[in-house]
């Protein structure tokens, strides 16, 4: 015969009385699966659960009815935003009288191979990513951030070193009458001829999107999307024919900070299946001990807010 084992959880709440906004768990260890390309993934995420408690008088909710409902619905099927509905209606389903407002987050790094640039060699890129969805009184919110790191050049930093350029030369040819095409193509090539260049950073590109309740949750989509819009991704596996292709790939999309985020705004712009975004774009300077930041919006009304403390995904 099983023994009787006393639920603490159900026995009536003696001590003060009230309503609490969340109750749940969070560092949750487990794993998820992604839609890919060509075919789904499996990934290491860390978890949080909660639900609402909207019934002062009880003692608290049942913990391991979320923790098995995510064990449940989290690790089998492809995660997007009708999976991730789906959870959160078991969470309230499963509090009937207790609450009624769910949230659940899984923190991840999306690890994806990127091919080199002009050789056959292909590498790994770790991109930092977040799914989260939120469901209170029936209206459902799905919500993804992303990080994509990218190389940026400076307009002005490259103007300067072009007209360092041409005085250079001006300097190397000004007393000939005629100038020999083969004695400036060999010049080129020296350190002399080129004798300045412009100054370029690692940058990356934070974005949060509210995405519709039909969106299928494609990663690598999404990072297509931003390496495509800004054209120079950082590298992974590199030879020296993939070092110079970065190399006039930056020097043919110079962007400030400005222009990072106003090509991610008009491409984020173009996707219906995206209802509203906050993008902060950060060009870790090698100029300055300080970074070049631009944050943008959709505009959509009761949207992200564009305060500028927002300075990390949240």
């Keep these: 015969m099983t023994k009787h084992m006393p639920d603490i959880a159900c026995q009536p709440h003696q001590g003060p009385q009230g309503k609490l906004n969340w109750v749940g768990m969070s560092g949750i260890e487990i794993p998820v699966l992604l839609q890919a390309n060509p075919q789904p993934i499996r990934l290491s995420s860390r978890a949080q659960a909660y639900v609402n408690l909207i019934d002062p008088q009880s003692k608290g909710i049942h913990m391991s009815r979320l923790y098995l409902l995510l064990d449940q619905m989290a690790t089998q099927e492809v995660l997007n935003a009708a999976r991730v509905e789906a959870i959160l209606r078991a969470f309230i389903a499963s509090h009937t009288s207790l609450s009624d407002h769910a949230f659940v987050e899984f923190r991840f790094d999306y690890y994806e191979r990127r091919n080199s640039l002009i050789s056959d060699n292909s590498g790994w890129k770790q991109y930092p990513a977040t799914v989260r969805g939120e469901l209170k009184q029936g209206e459902y919110r799905f919500e993804v951030t992303l ?11 490259a103007a300067l070193s072009r007209q360092l350029i041409q005085q250079a030369f001006e300097q190397q040819f000004k007393a000939q009458e ?11 090539g020296t350190p002399e001829g080129i004798c300045a260049t412009p100054h370029s950073q690692r940058s990356y590109a934070q974005i949060k999107l509210n995405l519709a309740a039909n969106d299928e949750l494609n990663l690598s989509n999404l990072i297509n999307l931003v390496e495509d819009t800004l054209k120079t991704p950082v590298q992974a596996a590199v030879k020296r024919e993939d070092e110079q292709e970065f190399a006039r790939l930056n020097a043919t999309n110079l962007m400030f900070c400005e222009d990072s985020a106003r090509r991610l705004q008009a491409a984020l712009d173009q996707q219906p299946t995206i209802l509203d975004y906050w993008v902060r ?12 930041v631009a944050i943008v919006t959709k505009g959509v009304e009761n949207g992200y807010i564009d305060e500028p403390n927002l300075m990390r995904l949240l």
Excluded: K
């Excluded at 005629?178 to 080129?188: P, S, T």
């Excluded at 950060?282 to 070049?292: G, K, R, V, W």
């Design 178 to 188: 005629q100038v020999d095409y083969q004695a400036v193509l060999a010049w080129l």
């Design 147 to 157: 990080e994509v790191p990218y190389s940026s050049t400076c307009p002005c930093s």
């Design 281 to 292: 774009v950060n060009h870790l300077e090698s100029l300055h001990p300080h970074d070049a």
